[in-house]
């Protein structure tokens, strides 16, 4: 019996191995390559399971351990690029500099998109005084599941002039998103500043997106410190490139490690890997307008009737914010 339980237990272990080697290679060997990679390594760790039960343990196990050891050796020899040839909305990644109080944002993306597929795009450079800043703003999205969302940081600066900040992956041109992808290294990460008249149109009128803003309730200093903070995100990015993961790395999480280092003590909570979960998580911990129930916050925050109404306003962020309280 004891035999029997541990040659289940072995194979259950190879199995998730083997899974794991088989969606790496699937996600990460060279074009064409993949699913016939994937179908290989998935064979291997059959044939090694079912010498397993022959009795052939003195074999399977090396067998497998040393080729599991040699993809080992190749998936930590793949690294990341800013050398690819990029999608178009995620072409440029932005950069910062910083002189005294005013902040000068390279390569701002400010496409006029009239569909998803049928753009102008604009890359602009715009400066930002800190003294100025006087909101900030969590913009969440929703174009399936409500507990997977994207979530954008909007930064207000004067009347209608309005900068978010998107933690995205980065796809070449012949890529599309998968969640599963997202796990083995198939996507690079990028930070993009953009025109609200941009990303947020881009989800209220032309992918017709379930879209929500939710005013943060941060002290002035916490404002200044995550704008900077997500600066600074993007500057490490040009200089050296990551990953991203559809867990420890998007754009829920960035921005936990962000705050957490502004805001000792900030809880963790599973609604951080929940991304649809953020508002949630931020009404818990005090950050959200604590004189509604957040039930009420939603529907007064809903963003894409009238994102649709304004559509290409000049007033674009004023017109999506009407009827929002001020904090």
């Not at 996600?27 to 022959?54: D, E, N, S, V």
């Not at 930002?128 to 006087?134: G, N």
């Not at 997202?182 to 992918?207: Q, S, Y």
């Not at 999480?253 to 502004?262: A, D, E, F, G, Q």
């Amino acid at each position: 019996m004891i035999s029997i339980l541990a040659t289940l237990l072995l194979s259950l272990t190879v199995a998730l191995v083997a899974a794991w080697g088989a969606l790496a290679l699937r996600y990460k060997a060279p074009r064409g390559a993949g699913i016939i990679g994937a179908a290989l390594w998935a064979a291997l760790g059959a044939a090694c399971i079912g010498a397993f039960w022959c009795g052939h343990l003195g074999t399977g196990v090396p067998i497998f351990a040393l080729a599991h050891g040699l993809l080992l050796i190749w998936w930590q020899s793949l690294r990341p690029s800013n050398d690819r040839e990029w999608a178009d909305d995620v072409a440029q990644t932005v950069g910062g500099r910083i002189d005294g109080g005013v902040v000068t944002l390279d390569k701002v993306r400010d496409f006029e998109w009239r569909s998803s597929s049928d753009y102008t795009p604009r890359w602009t450079t715009r400066s930002y005084d800190l003294a100025q800043l006087h909101s900030i703003d969590m913009i969440v999205s929703v174009w399936d599941r409500p507990s997977i969302a994207h979530m954008l940081i909007s930064f207000g600066f004067s009347e209608d002039d309005y900068v978010a900040f998107s933690v995205e992956i980065r796809r070449d041109k012949r890529q599309s998103f998968s969640e599963i992808g997202g796990f083995f290294k198939e996507f690079e990460l990028v930070v993009i500043a953009a025109d609200e008249r941009d990303i947020v149109r881009l989800r209220t009128n032309v992918r017709r997106e379930q879209t929500h803003l939710f005013r943060l309730n941060f002290e002035p200093a916490v404002m200044r410190a995550l704008f900077l903070a997500y600066v600074a995100e993007a500057n490490a990015l040009v200089r050296e490139p990551r990953f991203y993961h559809t867990i420890t790395g998007n754009c829920t999480t960035v921005l936990y490690r962000m705050l957490r280092r502004i805001v000792r003590r900030l809880p963790f909570s599973y609604r951080v890997l929940l991304s649809g979960y953020m508002p949630e998580y931020f009404y818990s911990i005090g950050y959200l307008d604590q004189r509604y129930p957040l039930e009420e916050l939603r529907a007064l925050g809903y963003v894409s009737e009238r994102g649709r109404l304004a559509d290409a306003s000049p007033t674009y962020s004023t017109d999506i914010r009407r009827g929002i309280p001020a904090l």
